[in-house]
C-alpha cells in the first residue's frame, strides 16, 4: 500500500503488549540469550505509524533510547506533535522509507538491541521484505532480537477468498469511501446467498462477522490493502536464514508452547513442529522473533528456570468452577494452592510478582514451578525478566502520569499505562485524570471535578473519590 494511503486514512497505532521490550526481553532470556536490560535499550520501530504505540514505550522507559520510522508523512507529523508536547526527548520519528535505513543508506543509523516491524512483512513487496530483513540483519546489535508480525497460512485461505471477492468486486472504484462501502456489500451479499455449500457456510459466516466488524482503516490497510501475501511459518523462518537470522520464539507465550501434547507423536526440529503447530491450529497470524545466526541458544525446560522471571495474570473465578486469566484461557484448580497462586497474581495485576513473592501461596517450590508452567504454557499468565516502575500508593497530592493525562484530555477514554497495557476509562474517570497533575488535594480534586459540567454532585464525587484513586493506582496510572 503506498503512503498516500495512509496518509489519507492514517493506520491507527495502539499500545501492543507483544512489541514492548519487556516482552522480546524475556522471550529471549527464557532461550538462554543475555538481552539488552529493557530500561537501557536502543529500539528502532520500523512502521511505526502515528508513533501511538512509541510513545508509550518512550515514556515510561526514559534511559532507552526509540527511533520509529515510517514512509507516510502524516501519521509522522501526528505522533511528533504528540511526542514533543510531552517533551519525550529520547524517541526520535522520521518519516523515510525502511531501505534507507540499511548500511550505505541516507541515514546514519546505529545497533538497535530491540527491532519491531509489525504490520509490514505482508503488506509490502517482495523487494521490500526482503530489506526489511536485510535491516534487521545490518542494524541488530549482536545479542539483539527482532520482532516481525506476519500473516500465516493455512489460517489466512479463507480470509483470502474474501479478499479475492472485495479486490474483484471493487475493480475500478477509485473513490476510497465508495470502495469500501461496497467491499462490505460484498461480503454481506455472500453472506446471505444461499449458494454457499453447507460445509462451507460455518467457517465463511465466522470470518464474514469478524471482518465487518473491522474499522475502516484496519480494512482498507489489511486485508483489502494491495499487497497481502499470507506464508507458511517455515516459509517465513528460511526466508530469515537467508538473511543469517535464526527463529528465536514468539511475542505471543502461548505460541511457544505444546501444553496438550498434541506433538508428542511427532519428530522433527523446533521449526518443523512449530509448523505442525499452524497446521492443527489453523493459525492466521505470527509475531515471530529473531536473532542473528551465530547466537547460541539454550531452550531449558521451562519449570527450570521459571524462578528467573516475574509473572502476571487477572484472574477471576468462573461459573464452571474454573479459573479464567489472560487470554480468555481458563484452568481447573488441582488443589487450594492453585486458587492461592491465582489470588496473589491477580491481588497486584497488572504489576507482577517475583518467584520468590510467590512461593508461600504455593507451599513450596515444587508445586509453584508446576502450577506457573502450567498458567505460562496455557497463556494464563504472562512471563517478565521487568518490574514496571508506577506508584502504587494513593498520595495526598496524587499524580497521575502526563502521558495519561494527556491522552484522557484529548478525549481518549483508553490511556497507556506503566506496563504498556491499554486501560479502559468510564466518563468520570476520563475526567478525573487530567486534574491529578500533583497540585490538588483529594478535596480540591473533588472539588474541580463538580464543577465539571455532566458530572455527579460535590459530595456523591466525595464518597467515591477515594475509591476511584485507589483504582487509578492499582491500574498502573499514577507516578
Not at 104 to 119: L, P, R, S, T
Not at 213 to 220: A, N, S, T
Not at 293 to 316: I, N
Amino acid at each position: 500500500m503506498p503512503a498516500s494511503s495512509y496518509n489519507q486514512i492514517p493506520y491507527q497505532s495502539p499500545v501492543k503488549s507483544e512489541i514492548h521490550p519487556a516482552r522480546l526481553a524475556a522471550v529471549g532470556r527464557l532461550c538462554g540469550m543475555q538481552p539488552a536490560p529493557v530500561d537501557a535499550c536502543r529500539y528502532l520501530e520500523i512502521g511505526c505509524g502515528d508513533a501511538g504505540n512509541l510513545i508509550g514505550i518512550a515514556y515510561y522507559l526514559p534511559k532507552s533510547q526509540f527511533v520509529g520510522v515510517d514512509l507516510a508523512e502524516v501519521p509522522i507529523a501526528a505522533g511528533e506533535q504528540m511526542r514533543s508536547a510531552l517533551a519525550i526527548d529520547n524517541l526520535t520519528l522520521r518519516a523515510a522509507d525502511l531501505r534507507d535505513i540499511s548500511a550505505g543508506g541516507n541515514f546514519d543509523y546505529a545497533e538497535f538491541d530491540y527491532i519491531v516491524a509489525h504490520g509490514v512483512y505482508s503488506w509490502v513487496p517482495a523487494e521490500v521484505r526482503d530489506a526489511l530483513l536485510r535491516v534487521c540483519r545490518e542494524r541488530l546489535a549482536p545479542h539483539g532480537i527482532a520482532f516481525i508480525s506476519y500473516n500465516t497460512l493455512p489460517g489466512r485461505f479463507i480470509r483470502q477468498y474474501l479478499r479475492d471477492l472485495m479486490r474483484f468486486h471493487t475493480r475500478g472504484i477509485e473513490d476510497p469511501s465508495a470502495r469500501l462501502r461496497q467491499a462490505r456489500w460484498s461480503v454481506q451479499y455472500l453472506a446471505d446467498s444461499s449458494a454457499i455449500p453447507q460445509p462451507w457456510r460455518p467457517l465463511l459466516e465466522s470470518e464474514i462477522a469478524g471482518l465487518l466488524q473491522q474499522p475502516d482503516w484496519w480494512l482498507i490497510h489489511d486485508d483489502f490493502g494491495e499487497i497481502n501475501h499470507p506464508v507458511y511459518f517455515h516459509q517465513f523462518v528460511d526466508h530469515a536464514a537467508r538473511h543469517g537470522l535464526q527463529y528465536l520464539g514468539d511475542a505471543d507465550p502461548a505460541c511457544l508452547f505444546d501444553p496438550h501434547g498434541r506433538l508428542k507423536p511427532l519428530s522433527g526440529s523446533l521449526v518443523e513442529r512449530q509448523q505442525y503447530l499452524d497446521f492443527l491450529q489453523a493459525r492466521r497470524f505470527r509475531q515471530t522473533l529473531l536473532c542473528h545466526q551465530g547466537e547460541p541458544l539454550l531452550r531449558a525446560p521451562l519449570a527450570e528456570c521459571l524462578d528467573r522471571f516475574l509473572f502476571s495474570a487477572p484472574s477471576h473465578p468462573a461459573s464452571d468452577g474454573t479459573i479464567e486469566g489472560l487470554r480468555g484461557m481458563r484452568i481447573q484448580p488441582a488443589d487450594d494452592a492453585v486458587r492461592h497462586v491465582a489470588a496473589a497474581l491477580a491481588e497486584t495485576y497488572p504489576l507482577p510478582l517475583t518467584f520468590e513473592e510467590l512461593v508461600p501461596y504455593a507451599a513450596g517450590e515444587a508445586a509453584l514451578r508446576d502450577i506457573l508452567a502450567g498458567m505460562v504454557t496455557s497463556g494464563f499468565a504472562d512471563f517478565h525478566v521487568y518490574p514496571f516502575a508506577c506508584q502504587e500508593q494513593v498520595l495526598p497530592k496524587p499524580a497521575a502520569s502526563r502521558l495519561a493525562r494527556y491522552q484522557a484530555a484529548a478525549g481518549s477514554r483508553q490511556v497507556t499505562n506503566a506496563c504498556g497495557h491499554v486501560v479502559a476509562l468510564d466518563e468520570i474517570a476520563g475526567r478525573l485524570l487530567p486534574l491529578l497533575d500533583g497540585t490538588r488535594t483529594h478535596r480540591q480534586i473533588a472539588r474541580d471535578l463538580a464543577r465539571t459540567p455532566g458530572t455527579p454532585p460535590l459530595k456523591e464525587i466525595a464518597r467515591h473519590l477515594a475509591a476511584s484513586l485507589e483504582w487509578l493506582a492499582r491500574v498502573a496510572l499514577l507516578e
